[in-house]
């Protein structure tokens, strides 16, 4: 898919994504900040900004902050959010900043599989001694939230061995191998959990179909039946009762609680040799 086309999927549903489903996220974005040590007038960088709340976190903090991301609806809800930062319409695989522009450069589940080359720019921006935080999906499938997953993956046979690709960032050595191939020194991979959490399911399906991959998944079955499926999976697939043992086990609706479902999330910094 060429950039110019990615807010077709992301930025159809734009507020919904950033205000129900990005903000989920502040602790992935507020440990990797801290593990690239963002603070006063750090030259920040997020690669794939989304909706910026990135950008916000660390122009709080006091960095000069740039946001880019292939997404205009998305982008505006970034601008908005941080007056004070710049934030770009553009491609991760074409940076349009200078050499060594950057102390530090993000990406939260920006850069895939695929994002050797991303990550190439990446690395081009940042001056030496400067870093390069990623963070990615752990594996989905031993996550509680994997019903909510499984729904976004049923798109066209085509479109899974692209997917799959993307996804191999999360085995072991992979992304460690890419940041090499970029001229980055990795260093350890931490990883962190946090909960996916909605009020009720109707607006666990809403933010769920707010996602990029749901538009893929929404394209091959039709609205209603992804929105069908959506509402299931956060009903909890196996749920005989509430406080039945299974249902303790695999569902994902607690009343009292709303949806609430455990992701883990891996974050990853590397060096710029210098
Ligand atoms: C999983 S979302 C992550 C967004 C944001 N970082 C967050 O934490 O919510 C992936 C993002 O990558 C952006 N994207 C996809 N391809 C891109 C490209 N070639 N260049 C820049 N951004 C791209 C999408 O628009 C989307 O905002």
Redesign the pocket.
């Known amino acids: 898919m060429a950039?110019e086309d990615?807010?077709t999927g992301?930025?159809r549903q734009a507020p919904t994504?950033a205000y129900l489903?990005?903000n989920l996220?502040w602790r992935?974005?507020a440990a990797l900040l801290d593990q690239t040590d963002v603070g006063t007038n750090t030259r920040y960088l997020?690669?794939?900004?989304?909706?910026g709340?990135?950008v916000q976190l660390a122009s709080a903090r006091g960095a000069q902050a740039t946001g880019?991301?292939?997404?205009a609806r998305?982008t505006a809800i970034a601008a908005a959010r941080s007056p004070g930062a710049a934030v770009h319409v553009?491609?991760?695989?074409q940076l349009p900043f200078a050499d060594a522009s950057f102390d530090v450069a993000t990406?939260?589940?920006?850069i895939w599989g695929n994002g050797r080359e991303?990550l190439r720019e990446a690395r081009r921006v940042v001056r030496p001694g400067g870093c390069v935080g990623l963070s990615f999906w752990g594996n989905q499938r031993r996550m509680q939230a994997y019903p909510l997953f499984a729904v976004l993956g049923q798109t066209a046979e085509s479109e899974r061995a692209h997917t799959g690709a993307l996804v191999s960032i999360s085995r072991p050595g992979v992304a460690e191998q890419l940041m090499t191939d970029a001229g980055l020194v990795p260093g350890a991979r931490t990883t962190l959990r946090l909960h996916w959490e909605f009020p009720d399911v109707e607006v666990a399906a809403q933010a769920l179909a707010s996602?990029?991959p749901a538009y893929l998944a929404i394209q091959h079955l039709g609205a209603e039946v992804f929105m069908a499926s959506a509402r299931a999976a956060a009903t909890g697939l196996y749920v005989e009762g509430l406080g039945s043992a299974r249902a303790a086990a695999t569902g994902l609706y607690v009343e009292g609680l709303g949806v609430r479902a455990e992701v883990e999330l891996q974050l990853l910094v590397g060096v710029v040799p210098g």
Request: glycine share 14%.
């Open positions: 950039w990615v807010d992301w930025g994504f489903f990005e996220h992935e974005y997020d690669i794939a900004c989304g909706a709340l990135a880019l991301d292939a997404s998305l553009g491609d991760m695989f990406s939260f589940r920006g991303a996602t990029g």
